[in-house]
Every structure is written in C-alpha cells, then in structure tokens.
C-alpha cells in the first residue's frame, strides 16, 4: 500500500482535505473522491483537452497534474461556472448557437474560453482559434464553436462582467 499524502486544496470555493496515493492523476481526484464527473478524461496524455480546468484562474491539463501538485491550490471546474441565478454566459452561448453535440469535449471547451476572455474580452478570430486548436471535438465542427464565442463575448460585454470571477 503506497504511502498516503494529504492534500488540501479548494475547489470551486469549498475546500477539500483528503488523503490520496501521490500517483493519483487530478482528474481522477476530482472525478473520484470529489464526484466532480463533469471534467471528462479523453486521451490521459495531454492531448485532447477534455481535462482542462482552472488552477490558480490558469488553464491546466488535469490529466497531466497529481493531486498532489494542486496541494494549496485553487481550482475551478466546468461545475463552477454556473451560479444560482443561472448559465455562465460562455454556457448560454454554446447551447443557443449549437457548440456542442455529445458534448464530451464542452467542459474543456468552456474552462479554456474562460480563461482566454478573461485576459482578453475582444479577441481576433486568429487569437479565438489559437486556443480552440489545443481542444479536439469530434462531433460539432468548430465553426458552431466559434459562433458559440462571438456570441459569449457578446453576451459577456452586454452584461458587463468578467468571463472569470476574481479568487477568492
Ligand atoms: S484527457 Fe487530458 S488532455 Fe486529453
Ligand atoms: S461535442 Fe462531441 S466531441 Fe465535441
């Protein structure tokens, strides 16, 4: 039995202290022990970026982290971008303008968009493209997808907010 390591790190603004196997991946801590099932695990080495989430408000490919190395950490995942009052809009926009079909590869979609219109509300298509390129869909045709943003970043200035709440 491999030695136990406690990691403590806070994941959409609940802390979370548990004992893991330091070879645990943490997309398997976050959809094991934290039943956080909507970050999908595709290729496991990097690729495909059905993993991605947020790690101190940066994207990170969580197949590719150990637990362990989030210890401290601050993480979002694709469950914390809804509020109560509803949808983030980035969400809105990918269901009114079809940017998903299966939707498997929508959660890394999402948490890199996030990050991309939070540094920057008004992208070029060439920048909007640069980030959909290091995310594989299979099934909807990227060009949906890209409609999917326009309409985020227009839903997001309409509303006057940041993609990204600040940290807590
Ligand atoms: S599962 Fe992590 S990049 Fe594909
Ligand atoms: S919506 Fe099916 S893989 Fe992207």
Redesign the pocket.
Known sequence: MATMKTVRMKVNGVTHESEVEPRTTLVDFLRGPLALTGTHVGCEHGVCGACTILVDGRTARSCLMLAVQADGAEITTVEGLATPEGLHPIQQAFIEEHG???????PG?LMSLVELLSENPDPSDAEIKDVLGGQ?????GYQSILKSVHSAIAKLRTAGVAAQPPLA
Request: glycine letters at 8%; one cysteine or more; hydrophobic letters at 30%.
């Open positions: 998903l079909q299966c939707g498997f590869c929508t979609f594989i869909c299979r099934c909807t």
